[in-house]
């Protein structure tokens, strides 16, 4: 298992930028997927982006595609998310949540194949 940490919430208006960090400990596999979720109010859990540690593959939701930039930095074994352009129906609780199977490429979209979340943190865009 690995624990997951993320900080860099917060509020901030539409067309504002957060960047949200999540720290990992606990593991030292080098090819991993890592990924953000979000979950609004009264709505199901999400993806939002994921990449693979091994070799960057990246995957975005449509919602956020040209907005958000997920990075690693695997000498501090932190995950970022950049979010740019926010938008109010982006407030939501954002999760950071790994994957640690070993392989390379696309990582999955689907919840349950991540074994290991962190507590969230919560975004919200005012209008």
């Known amino acids: 298992q690995v624990q997951l940490v993320e900080s860099g919430g917060g509020s901030v208006q539409a067309g504002g930028s957060l960047r949200l960090s999540c720290a990992a400990s606990?593991?030292?596999?080098?090819?991993?997927?890592m990924g953000w979720f979000r979950q609004a109010p009264g709505a199901e859990r999400e993806v939002v982006a994921n990449?693979?540690?091994?070799?960057?593959?990246?995957y975005y939701a449509d919602s956020v595609k040209g907005r958000f930039t997920i990075s690693r930095d695997n000498a501090k074994n932190t995950l970022y998310l950049q979010m740019n352009s926010l938008k109010p129906e982006d407030t939501a609780v954002y999760y950071c949540?790994?994957?640690?199977?070993?392989?390379?490429?696309?990582?999955?979209?689907?919840?349950?194949?991540?074994?290991?979340w962190g507590q969230g943190t919560q975004v919200t865009v005012s209008s």
């Open positions: 990449i693979n540690t091994g070799d960057s593959t990246t």
């Open positions: 606990g593991y030292t596999g080098m090819r991993y997927c």
């Open positions: 949540a790994a994957d640690l199977r070993s392989f390379l490429g696309r990582c999955s979209r689907y919840l349950a194949t991540y074994s290991s």
